[in-house]
């Protein structure tokens, strides 16, 4: 199971951490990614990290924003930096078992476990 935690409101400019711990799941051999939905829009890939800690990021968010995993409470965590107005969305968590490639990881039916929503209001 998931659990995420994190969001909030923020003004533009500042940042956000995104915790998502993970419970009953092998942690070590799971991919995690970070997903979120504005409304209006369909869920996006904002984040990735494969099992063996191969990251990846939407162009939207390169450079503002770090996934990582790991940790004594076996958590993904997604730093979020520099934010807009545009990051505003509901994000989710999710995880997927197994040694998968980037390619597959970018499609969210790899995913076998999805944390809840947190919201993230950007104000500019």
């Known amino acids: 199971q998931l659990q995420a935690s994190g969001g909030g409101l923020v003004q533009a400019g500042e940042s956000l951490r995104f915790s998502c711990e993970t419970s009953?799941?092998?942690?070590?051999?799971?991919?995690f990614a970070w997903y979120r939905q504005a409304p209006g829009n369909p869920r996006e890939l904002v984040a990735v990290i494969t099992n063996l800690g191969t990251t990846n990021y939407a162009d939207s968010v390169k450079g503002r924003f770090t996934i990582s995993k790991g940790g004594a409470k076996s958590t993904s965590n997604l730093e979020m930096s520099s934010l807009k107005p545009e990051d505003t969305a509901v994000y989710y968590c999710a995880a997927a078992a197994g040694t998968l490639i980037l390619s597959r990881l970018r499609d969210s039916d790899a995913y076998d476990y999805w944390g809840q929503g947190t919201q993230v209001t950007v104000s500019s």
């Open positions: 009953g799941i092998d942690f070590v051999a799971h991919a």
